[in-house]
Antibody, heavy 121, light 108 residues
Framework: QLQLQESGPGLVKSSETLSLTCSVS??????????WAWIRQPPGKGLEWIGS???????FYNSSLKSRVTTSIDTSKNKFFLQLKSVTASDTAVYYC?????????????WGQGTIVTVSS | SYVLTQTPSVSVAPGKTARITCGGN??????VHWFQQKPGQAPVLVVN???ERPSGIPERFSGSNSGNTATLTISRVEVGDEADYYC???????????FGGGTKLTVL
């Protein structure tokens, strides 16, 4: 059974870069047409999609974040990564990595537990 | 950009039927997915592609989608169904995943 686990610093200083890792277990990150996703949720607010990426290099990003987002995949480590630069307090959120159902871009049926990132001034 | 609109809150008595709506321009032409999120937990997919139930999701959860409104219906509501519910689509025009603002279901 596929499982995802986020990791990274829980506290990031304003104007610096947030870096998170999603570790994939129970399956290969290189499988088929899976687009691996990052989604976040500010405290008390709704879900916001950050972006989705394929091991072959294809990416889709939320246009509101695109200028600050970088994603990558390490197939040898079965991990994928998120970098968000020039963070502000509004980037404080729970960050989730997620995987969609086979054959889908967006019906996310596997989620990590989420990691809380706080941006401090 | 494509916008999904959800009523912020819905209340229902146990045993009754809850209907949670998601509005969007011609949403009937898109595939809608629904997520349930309980406090402190990651979201769970409860309906995908308008009306399909993933494995393990009770038959009490069903979905429909037509015109400008998609609906998640929860029959015989239980106290354990109390949660936030989010609709979501893929907007091919912008190549974006779009989430609705969420609906808080309260079981009275």
């Amino acid at each position: 059974q596929l499982q995802l686990q986020e990791s990274g610093p829980g506290l990031v200083k304003s104007s610096e870069t947030l870096s998170l890792t999603c570790s994939v277990s129970g399956g290969s990150i290189s499988i088929g047409s899976t687009y691996w996703a990052w989604i976040r949720q500010p405290p008390g607010k709704g879900l916001e999609w950050i972006g989705s990426m394929h091991h072959g290099g294809g990416t889709f990003y939320n246009s509101s974040l695109k200028s600050r987002v970088t994603t990558s995949i390490d197939t040898s480590k079965n991990k994928f990564f998120l970098q968000l630069k020039s963070v502000t307090a509004s980037d404080t959120a729970v960050y989730y990595c997620a995987s969609p159902r086979v054959g889908s871009l967006d019906a996310f049926d596997i989620w990590g537990q989420g990691t809380i990132v706080t941006v401090s001034s | 950009s494509y916008v999904l609109t959800q009523t912020p809150s819905v209340s229902v008595a146990p045993g009754k039927t809850a209907r949670i709506t998601c509005g969007g321009n011609n949403i009937g032409s898109k595939s809608v997915h629904w997520f349930q999120q309980k406090p402190g937990q990651a979201p769970v997919l409860v309906v995908n592609d308008d009306s399909e139930r993933p494995s393990g999701i009770p038959e009490r959860f069903s979905g429909s989608n037509s015109g400008n409104t998609a609906t998640l219906t929860i029959s015989r509501v239980e106290v354990g169904d109390e949660a936030d519910y989010y609709c979501q689509v893929w907007d091919g025009g912008s190549d974006h995943v779009v989430f609705g603002g969420g609906t808080k279901l309260t079981v009275l």
